[in-house]
């Protein structure tokens, strides 16, 4: 596509149910981010992938987070027993690869994000 | 510690005003640095990106500057419009290390213009 897609762009949940939430990555681009941004604060990294494997999961604030991504495209974040201060945006982003070096290629695009509510 | 900090946390300017908004860095080693303009309600999106090499660069009326030596960087926007308003966030690049994808990311300058 164009750019990059989250899905779905609003989510209400209620506390203790699981929720997935979808990444569709600019073609072709190899790395793929997630972040959480909570209200006012900055971006909190999750984790990344290159290609399908997940070098750093180190954001990860609990188990009840996981991530996937399948086929070197689309990536699924799913939180189990959701808590409200997981309430957040969830941001993605992808590059042409990880970010190592200068130059326009290094660029990450990001997604519109998936805000998240948990009451 | 890897850390990109930045300043004011907030800032209100008038329609027409210039403003510079700062960001220090202790990213080590250094690979480029970041500017990202994000929207309310969106994703950030890349102003500028700059090298070790590169002092200054501009992308329309926002100027963006880099003392390696001191690690610091400038955001100066010229002529604001209203438009301008949103958060500005500095990343940095980390020539190597893995954690984060080897990126850092600033809180952000939340920046308001008024009419």
């Known amino acids: 596509g164009a750019g990059v897609s989250q899905s779905p762009s609003n989510k209400v949940t209620e506390k203790g149910k699981d929720v997935e939430l979808r990444c569709d990555p600019i073609?072709?681009?190899?790395?793929l981010y997630w972040y959480r941004q909570s209200l006012g604060q900055g971006l909190e990294f999750l984790i990344y992938?290159?290609?399908?494997?997940?070098?750093?999961k180190s954001g990860l604030p609990s188990d009840r987070f996981s991530a996937e991504r399948t086929g070197g495209s689309v990536s699924t974040l799913t939180i189990q027993r959701t808590q409200q201060e997981d309430s957040a945006v969830y941001l993605c982003?992808?590059?042409?690869?990880?970010?190592?070096?200068?130059?326009?290629?290094?660029?990450?695009?990001f997604g519109a994000g998936t805000r998240l509510s948990v009451l | 510690k890897n850390q990109v900090e930045q300043s004011p946390q907030s800032l209100i300017i008038l329609e027409g005003k210039n403003c510079t908004l700062q960001?220090?860095?202790?990213?080590?080693?250094?690979?480029?640095l970041r500017w990202y303009k994000q929207d309310t309600g969106r994703g950030p999106v890349s102003l500028t990106i700059?090298?070790?090499?590169?002092n200054t660069k501009s992308n329309g009326r926002y100027t963006a500057t880099l003392d390696a030596d001191t690690k610091q960087s400038s955001l100066h926007i010229t002529a604001s419009q209203l438009s301008d308003s949103a958060s500005y966030i500095c990343?940095?690049?980390?020539?190597?290390?893995?954690?984060?994808?080897?990126?850092?990311f600033g809180k952000g300058t939340k920046l308001s213009v008024k009419p």
């Open positions: 982003a992808s590059s042409p690869r990880v970010p190592s070096g200068g130059g326009a290629k290094n660029i990450q695009y």
């Open positions: 073609s072709g681009h190899t790395a």
């Open positions: 992938f290159q290609g399908n494997s997940a070098p750093d």
């Open positions: 960001c220090n860095y202790t990213v080590s080693p250094f690979s480029n």
């Open positions: 700059m090298t070790f090499s590169e």
């Open positions: 990343v940095v690049s980390a020539l190597r290390g893995g954690s984060q994808g080897n990126l850092i």
